[in-house]
């Protein structure tokens, strides 16, 4: 159940060039295979681990309790500045890694309410003792406010219907568990219609919502070229296109980062890892001077 393969290993090794005595930043532990990989890959190396999901930080603090030059720190990455700061670390950092969304753990358990699969509360969030679950957002929220976000961040074109029936719906019975969602929306859309499952696309925007997910990813990019050093490296591998826009962006409009390169999984790595199909990293690099022009 705990197992998550980390996507794209050997790429992002490549990508931020690890060094010995060199200063990392992983913004998205997880149960840790890219932050393990980085900590072997070179002597005396530094790692600064983040992540909003209290069930991360505590498969931290055990698995790689003891390990020379680890920190973790229970914190959403748009504080990393804040943090990195305030240790004293700012522009010094040798490469960030960033891979975005949610890990095969949390997706895995119905507890967590991720999963239209599995039956559970209708939660959402990656670090539960914040914030709203979904379930009370979805029972004050306008029909107005659903729909944009089924439609923004999900690209549903039914976010109208879907956000209709759920407020009509509510009314005699609030939303509570994820089947119980499920099931609405693939009867609002008339039941499964090609691979995916009807409910995909709203359950991301949901998530998205909830976790305030994009916004915090538009503040840890830029927090991320003021903590890197010169000539560090930015890798971000996102799993769908509004966060890869974002980071694309990010590398094309900021004047201190120069890309790299844009890598996707090989053909046995998609066979063997669902989750990584969808994926793509980008790298990017921190000049060493500005050149205006
Ligand atoms: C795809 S998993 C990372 C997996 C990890 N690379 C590994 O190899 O195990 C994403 C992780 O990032 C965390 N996360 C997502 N958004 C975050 C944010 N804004 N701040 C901190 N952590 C976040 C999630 O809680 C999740 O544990």
Redesign the pocket.
């Known amino acids: 159940m705990d197992a998550?393969?980390?996507?794209m290993l050997p790429q992002v090794l490549a990508g931020l060039v690890p060094r010995a005595g060199g200063l990392y930043v992983?913004?998205?532990?997880?149960?840790?295979?890219?932050?393990g990989a980085i900590l072997d890959a070179a002597p005396g190396l530094r790692l600064h681990a983040?992540?909003?999901?209290p069930d991360?930080v505590a498969h931290a603090r055990q698995a790689f309790a003891g390990r020379p030059g680890f920190t973790m720190h229970h914190?959403?990455?748009?504080a990393m500045g804040e943090i990195l700061t305030a240790a004293g670390l700012s522009g010094q950092v040798d490469g960030v890694?960033m891979?975005?969304?949610?890990?095969s753990p949390?997706l895995d358990d119905p507890q967590r309410g991720f999963s239209f699969l599995r039956d559970g509360p209708l939660d959402m969030r990656?670090?539960p003792t914040r914030g709203e679950p979904v379930s009370d957002w979805l029972a004050r929220a306008s029909a107005d406010e659903i729909a944009d976000v089924l439609y923004l961040y999900g690209e549903e074109r039914a976010s109208r219907r879907i956000a209709r029936a759920i407020v009509h719906d509510r009314v005699a019975e609030p939303f509570t568990r994820t089947v119980q969602l499920a099931e609405m929306i693939a009867r609002v859309m008339g039941g499964a219609r090609g691979r995916i499952h009807p409910a995909t696309r709203s359950f991301q925007a949901l998530r998205i919502h909830i976790?305030?997910?994009l916004d915090?990813?538009r503040a840890?990019l830029l927090q991320s070229v003021e903590a890197l050093a010169v000539d560090g490296r930015l890798a971000v591998?996102s799993?769908h296109s509004l966060e890869d826009r974002i980071v694309k962006r990010c590398i094309r409009d900021t004047e201190a980062l120069r890309a790299v390169e844009r890598v996707f999984p090989d053909d046995a790595e998609a066979q063997a890892n669902p989750r990584a199909r969808s994926a793509v990293l980008r790298v990017a690099r921190k000049l060493s001077s500005v050149v205006w022009s």
Do not use: W
Request: no cysteine.
């Open positions: 998550h393969q980390p996507v992983d913004a998205t532990f997880g149960r840790g295979g890219h932050a983040f992540d909003r999901d991360a914190a959403n990455f748009d890694l891979d975005l969304g949610v890990s949390q990656m670090d976790n305030g997910e915090a990813l840890a591998i799993f």
